[in-house]
């Protein structure tokens, strides 16, 4: 019975508010049309005004005459003529520049000539003495003073050909060598000295790091070079079967 009675008295609210609703939307409508009306008659009479006032105006305007442009007359210009009795000035002749004289360079000086000195005439042997007796000592070392320099020669020779087949060694370590990867990435740089057997044939062999460059990855890859080093040929006399070569490792 309560929820009857609440939804009979909800329906009659709803109905009631609708009514009043559809009451004012009338009521505007019919005010609107009101307005509608007396604004239409009110406008026709000012229309109707306005339309008379230009026309009276439109009478009683002339055209007003257009003004006379006043064109100002220039005075032509006079042609002066010139006084016959006036002798013109006869133009300036310019005195043309004397060329600038070249100067003269200094004369080296001349150095003085030595004057030949003249040769005394050697004094003559006017009686001959006994002939000096060479001892063995000095008869030696005539003898050796050609083979001294004969064994210099050779050393010579020698010494360029273990120059050269040492830096033959040293081009083949370096065409083996790899930059480890992770040491350029950490932009390390070293220079690691390796020591190593040469056999006759000119094989580098047994290698080890006698000065470590700091860096382990280096000191490996400087390892390797010589291990992968080929035969440079056979060794030459005076090249001591253990060398040391310097491996260097530098980031352009």
């Given at each position: 019975m309560m929820q009857k009675r609440r939804s009979l008295i909800g329906f009659v609210v709803s109905l009631v508010f609708h009514l009043a609703i559809a009451l004012l939307l009338l009521l505007v409508v019919i005010r609107s049309l009101a307005d509608e009306s007396a604004n239409g008659q009110v406008s026709n009479e000012i229309s109707t005004n306005i339309s008379m006032e230009m026309m009276m105006a439109m009478v009683e305007a002339e055209p007003e005459p257009e003004p006379e442009l006043i064109k100002e007359e220039l005075p032509e210009p006079k042609e002066e003529i010139p006084d016959p009795t006036v002798?013109?000035?006869?133009?300036?002749?310019?005195?043309?520049?004397?060329?600038?004289?070249?100067?003269?360079?200094?004369?080296?000086?001349?150095?003085?000539?030595?004057?030949?000195?003249?040769?005394?005439?050697?004094?003559?042997?006017?009686?001959?003495?006994?002939?000096?007796?060479?001892?063995?000592n000095n008869i030696a070392s005539k003898a050796s003073g050609p083979q001294s320099t004969t064994q210099q020669n050779v050393a010579g020779a020698g010494g360029k050909e273990i120059d050269a087949y040492l830096a033959k060694l040293r081009r083949e370590i370096e065409r083996n060598k790899n930059y480890p990867q992770r040491a350029r990435m950490m932009r390390k740089q070293g220079r690691v000295m390796v020591a190593f057997t040469l056999s006759e044939n000119g094989k580098p062999q047994n290698p080890k790091v006698i000065k470590s460059s700091g860096n382990a990855d280096l000191d490996k890859a400087a390892l390797k070079a010589v291990e992968n080093a080929r035969a440079v040929g056979p060794r030459p006399a005076g090249v001591i079967s253990t060398p040391s070569v310097p491996v260097s490792f530098t980031l352009d």
């Open positions: 002798k013109p000035e006869p133009p300036k002749e310019e005195k043309p520049k004397q060329p600038e004289k070249p100067k003269e360079k200094p004369k080296p000086k001349e150095k003085p000539k030595e004057k030949p000195k003249k040769k005394e005439p050697k004094p003559l042997d006017v009686a001959r003495g006994p002939k000096t007796v060479e001892s063995p």
